[in-house]
């Protein structure tokens, strides 16, 4: 049962455009979200998170939009830089789960110089 | 400090056979997690240890697998009698206390049981 979704295995943007990632959970339990960046042979690397309160986070080039109603997130980064290409995976947490992590699949970001 | 290392990076196997992998936090974070990660997936959570007390385990944890933190440092995670099946890369983080904001990941051991 997966309680995290990312149903886009993959998304391809131009350098400079916009990219959207999307990410959807079934668990109203949920939180706390979080979004990781992955290189090959590498750890997942924290990237941004929103808690359950509030519906936008943003960092620099990246924004976190959360929609609670829909049980939605999306992770907005813009201007999109070649180095951004990575796998991206969505994460969140519970209260009381001490501070466990539930993952979607992933998503595999590719920007074209 | 260098962050959460983990060793070996990669190990080959034969089934049957136990494996076991080490995971250093980085040295102030009380909190350490085992996760598994197999292809096409996310990482899934296994475990995890405030200071050397083991306080869950996920039903994807069998009877052959088992965790230890001993004095609250370090960390090992075993396989006994490995199958194909547990292959995977074995991710480790550690945090300070409850926040999820400070999870910090090692590089994992990527496993092949052949």
């Known amino acids: 049962d997966q309680q995290v979704k990312q149903n886009s295995p993959s998304l391809s943007v131009q350098e400079g455009r916009i990219s959207i990632l999307n990410c959807d959970y079934t668990?109203?339990?949920?939180?706390?979200f979080l979004w990781y960046k992955k290189y090959p042979a590498e750890g997942p690397t924290f990237l941004i998170s929103?808690?359950?309160?509030?519906d936008k986070n943003e960092d620099g080039r990246f924004t976190v939009f959360l929609n609670k109603s829909a049980k939605h997130l999306s992770l907005h980064i813009v201007p999109s830089q070649p180095g951004d290409s990575a796998v991206y995976f969505c994460?969140?947490?519970?209260?009381?789960?001490?501070?466990?992590?539930?993952f979607g699949k992933g998503i595999t970001l590719s920007v074209r110089p | 400090d260098t962050g959460v290392s983990q060793n070996p990076r990669h190990k080959i196997t034969k089934r049957g056979q136990n494996v076991t992998f080490r995971c250093d936090p980085i040295s102030e974070h009380n909190r350490l997690y085992w996760y598994r990660q197999t292809l096409g997936q996310g990482p899934e959570f296994l475990t995890y240890?405030?200071?050397?007390?083991?306080?869950?385990k996920s039903r994807l944890l069998s009877d052959r697998f088992s965790a230890e933190r001993p004095k609250g440092s370090f960390s090992t995670l075993e396989i006994q009698r490995t199958e194909q099946g547990d292959s995977a890369m074995y991710l480790c983080a550690s945090s300070l206390d409850a926040g999820v904001y400070g999870y910090t990941f090692g590089s994992g051991t990527r496993l092949t049981v052949v």
């Open positions: 994460a969140a947490s519970g209260i009381g789960a001490n501070s466990k992590l539930t």
């Open positions: 929103i808690s359950s309160i509030k």
């Open positions: 240890f405030q200071n050397e007390a083991q306080l869950e």
């Open positions: 668990n109203s339990m949920f939180d706390y």
